[in-house]
C-alpha cells in the first residue's frame, strides 16, 4: 500500500518505478500546504496503484473539521479506510460497489470514534476519491473537495457540493456567482463521521480516459483561491510538478484563508517512462 499524509509538503512527485507496461497509465503529483491564515493543516492525501500496476488507482483528497485537532484526525482516518478497504477488497467487487461499500465503512468507523472520545466528538471531514480501472475514472464523493477531469481541453467538475449553497444554486434560488461567493458557502449538508446516515455521491457508469487527460482532486481552499478558468489553464501547463508550484504561488499570493491539497494524476499511454521537469510557464497573477 502507499499511504500519504502531508502536513507542508510542495510538489510531491509520487511517480513510482515500476516495471515497463504499455497502456494507459497513471502518474500522481501532490501538494498540501497549511496556508498563511491557519496555523496547522486538517487537510490529507492518500494514493496507491493496486496490484503494482500504475494502470489502476485509488486516490482520495480529504479536509477535516473538529475542535481539538480532530478534523486531522478524521481526514487521515478517512485516507486510511477508504484506501485499506479498496486495496483489500480490489478483487471482490465492481469499482463502483468498491467506493460506496469504502465510504460507508469510513463513515461508521469515523463516526464511532468520535463518540468515544469526547475530545473529537463531532469530527468529520469530506473526501473525495477516485478509482481509475480499465481506462475508465470511478468516483466517490462526500462535502465539498472537489474532483476535476481536464478532457479534450475542456474542464469537467465531476463531484457535486454537498453544501447549503450549492443545493440553493441546483434549486435555482441563487446564480453561480452568488454561490462561489456566498457568505454561507461551506455550509456542509453531508460529510463522513457527522450524521448517523449519508448518501455519498457514486458515479455508476464513470468516465472514460484517454491519453493527456489529467484528473485534480482537491480541497476547498483550492477553489477558494483559483477560478474555474485559473484551474483549466493550470491544468493546460505541460509539467505536472509545476502545475503544482503556481498552484501553491498562487493560492498564497492570495491570501488563501483554508489549507490547501491537490492531487494531480496525469494519463498516459505507451511505454512507461518518467516525466523530465521544466519551468517555462508563467505563474497566473
Known amino acids: 500500500m502507499r499511504f500519504l499524509f502531508s502536513k507542508n509538503n510542495k510538489a510531491v512527485n509520487s511517480t513510482q518505478s515500476f516495471p515497463s507496461s504499455k497502456g494507459r497509465f497513471c502518474a500522481v503529483y501532490a501538494i498540501s500546504e497549511t496556508g498563511p491564515v491557519r496555523d496547522h493543516n ?9 496490484e503494482n500496476n500504475t494502470q489502476n488507482l485509488i486516490a482520495v483528497v480529504a479536509d477535516g473539521m473538529g475542535g481539538h485537532n480532530a478534523g486531522e484526525v478524521a481526514s487521515k482516518m478517512a485516507c486510511d479506510l477508504l484506501l485499506d478497504y479498496c486495496l483489500n477488497s480490489w478483487k471482490q467487487h465492481a469499482p463502483e460497489i ?38 475508465v475514472c470511478y468516483l466517490g464523493h462526500i462535502g465539498d473537495s472537489r474532483a476535476y477531469l481536464l478532457q479534450n481541453g475542456s474542464l469537467i467538475q465531476l463531484s457535486a457540493d454537498h453544501t447549503l449553497v450549492n443545493q440553493m444554486f441546483e434549486g435555482g434560488e441563487i446564480t453561480q456567482k452568488e454561490r462561489d461567493h456566498h457568505p454561507m ?11 448517523p446516515t449519508i448518501q455519498p455521491q457514486i458515479s455508476s457508469e464513470g468516465w472514460e480516459i484517454s491519453e493527456g487527460d489529467r484528473l485534480l482532486l482537491c480541497s476547498d481552499g483550492v477553489y477558494d483561491a483559483l477560478s474555474e478558468e485559473d484551474i483549466k489553464d493550470l491544468l493546460l501547463m505541460e509539467q505536472p510538478e509545476f502545475v503544482l508550484e503556481c498552484l501553491s504561488s498562487t493560492a498564497i499570493s492570495r491570501n488563501v484563508s483554508d489549507n490547501f491539497s491537490a492531487l494531480l494524476i496525469d494519463i498516459s499511454s505507451g511505454v512507461q517512462s518518467m516525466p523530465s521537469v521544466t519551468k517555462e510557464q508563467n505563474i497566473i497573477s
Open 42 to 50: 486538517e487537510d490529507a492525501f492518500a494514493f496507491s496503484f493496486p
Open 98 to 135: 468498491l467506493l460506496e461499500k469504502a465510504f460507508l465503512e469510513a463513515h461508521q468507523k469515523i463516526l464511532a470514534a468520535g463518540e468515544s472520545n469526547p475530545e473529537q466528538n463531532g469530527m468529520g471531514t469530506t473526501a473525495t476519491s477516485v478509482i481509475i480501472h480499465d481506462g
Open 185 to 195: 458557502k461551506n455550509v456542509l449538508l453531508q460529510a463522513l463521521g457527522t450524521t
